[in-house]
């Protein structure tokens, strides 16, 4: 499985240390999250941020957007330094338009859904997906427990896939573990998504390879 760790759970007084590590680990990508206090009931980091962390990255940034009005800042994650710009479902309502922005960007698009939107609503849109990001807690926090019914939406999103003939990864965010993580892997997760499981470890490095393992 491809591992994105979120830097949520990272040591901010030490970012770039956590960054360089991230580097010489196995992570595919590094997942960044931003929360607006709006759409989750939490506030998080900035363009500034990810600028700066694009900088000294060597993995694609994937950028997970908890905002209202996603569609507003395409240019701005772009110039950030994201490769995959991550836009929640339940705020897009022209969500072809949104995802015809951020490929023409450059970047790669992925559409996320709460733990309680269907994947149905995916259905004409999934073809034009790079990736599509099932929440497996409600956003705004690290550190969750994982919601089981998230396995149910994995297979149908995967059935959605092969139908569609889309080329859409699958990837999974919040209350990932070493339990979990087989779990979502044997569903049809392509792309696991952990921060306190991997940051919390006591060697971050050594988990995130045995999360790239399953
Ligand atoms: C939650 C964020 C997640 C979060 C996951 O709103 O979108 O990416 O960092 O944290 P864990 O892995 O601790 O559930
Ligand atoms: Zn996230």
Not at 100 to 110: E, P, S, V, W
Not at 176 to 189: K, R
Request: proline fraction near 5%.
């Amino acid at each position: 499985m491809l591992v994105s760790p979120s830097i949520l759970s990272a040591d901010f007084a030490n970012l770039g240390r956590d960054i360089e590590m991230l580097n010489r680990s196995e992570a595919s990508m590094i997942h960044v999250d931003v929360m607006d206090g709006v759409f989750v009931p939490n506030i998080s980091i900035g363009f500034p941020v990810i600028e700066a962390v694009a900088k000294i990255a060597r993995k694609p940034l994937d950028v997970h957007l908890m905002i209202v009005e996603p569609q507003k800042y395409v240019g701005q994650v772009r110039d950030a330094g994201a490769e995959w710009m991550n836009v929640h479902l339940e705020v897009s309502p022209h969500l072809d338009r949104t995802v015809q922005a951020i490929k023409q960007a450059g970047m790669k698009a992925a559409v996320t859904l709460n733990p309680a939107t269907p994947v149905a609503l995916l259905k004409d849109i999934v073809a034009e997906l790079d990736m599509v990001l099932l929440m497996s807690v409600n956003p705004g926090f690290g550190g969750q427990k994982f919601i089981g019914n998230v396995l149910n939406k994995i297979r149908e999103l995967k059935s959605l896939i092969t139908e569609t003939g889309s080329h859409a990864l699958i990837e999974v965010d919040g209350g990932i573990n070493a339990t979990t993580a087989v779990q979502v892997a044997e569903a049809g997760c392509d792309v696991a998504v952990a921060g306190s499981y991997v940051f919390g470890s006591p060697d971050p490095e050594a988990t995130i390879a045995s999360l790239a393992a399953i």
